[in-house]
């Protein structure tokens, strides 16, 4: 039998993806992406024999058709989604279906759209002082979210939080954030962070939404809000020349 990869294909930039990653990619057989999502250059590496499918406008049961038929044959596939495949990629249904199937399944972290959103504007999601905490999460749609989970309820804990495809209803994201972070807290929208063609809009709660909309931005972005943004912090202590552990001697 055949085998199932399922590659984290990273938030856009063809190089933000992981060695495993990519080798993988260029010894497969069949590919399985999401098209609507995923940088083709991504997969401009794959051999010229392999098979390469965009999930696009394919049903679950096609998908796993695809797969079935592919490792039937002995076939190494990859089913390769965008960021990381953890993280709202809708893998466990496949992978509990295949694994019922006797398919070996494989899962290939990537990196996320949140963490590439952070690093384009150099900043650190956690800060000494600020937040220890980032809550990854998104707003209620047509995948409904648990009442304790809701936007309004977590905002409760001031940390970072990385929105997820909520970016179309800012306004109900910034009433819900706005119950307990305050007018002036820092926000962010990253739209396609590491294209070419990214956008960045930072402002605060009091703004954000009318430059969201200025700039065009209604999908495939990414929320970050909290005062990591700002410029208010503690110096760690891993650095301090007064802290002292098993590497480094100090004072204390």
Not at 112 to 134: H, R, Y
Not at 172 to 201: F, G, N, R
């Amino acid at each position: 039998m055949g085998k199932i990869f399922f590659v984290g294909a990273g938030p856009g930039d063809p190089e933000l993806i992981t060695v495993k990653g990519r080798k993988i990619i260029e010894q497969a057989d069949v590919i399985i992406y999401t098209g609507s999502l995923v940088n083709k250059e991504v997969i401009s590496c794959r051999k010229k024999t392999c098979k390469a499918l965009n999930s696009a406008s394919m049903t679950l049961k096609e998908v796993i058709t695809e797969i079935k038929q592919a490792v039937e044959q002995k076939q190494s596939v990859v089913r390769l989604h965008t960021g990381d495949p953890t993280l709202y990629g809708a893998i466990r249904e496949q992978i509990d279906i295949l694994e019922k199937l006797n398919i070996d399944c494989e899962v290939v972290p990537g990196v996320s759209s949140f963490t590439a959103a952070a690093a384009t504007m150099n900043k650190e999601l956690t800060l000494p002082g600020v937040t220890q905490t980032v809550i990854c999460t998104r707003i209620e749609g047509k995948t409904p979210v648990p009442k304790l989970e809701n936007l309004d309820e977590l905002a409760k804990h001031k940390a970072t939080m990385a929105i997820f495809l909520s970016v179309q209803s800012i306004d109900k994201v910034v009433e819900k954030l706005s119950k307990y972070y305050s007018a002036s807290t820092p926000i962010a929208v990253v739209q396609k962070a590491s294209w070419d063609d990214e956008k960045v809009v930072v402002g605060t709660l009091n703004d954000i939404e009318e430059k969201v909309k200025k700039a065009g931005i209604y999908k495939t972005a990414q929320i970050l809000v909290g005062d990591f943004l700002g410029n208010n912090y503690s110096f760690s202590k891993l650095y301090d020349e007064n802290f002292r552990h098993e590497y480094r001697r100090g004072s204390h």
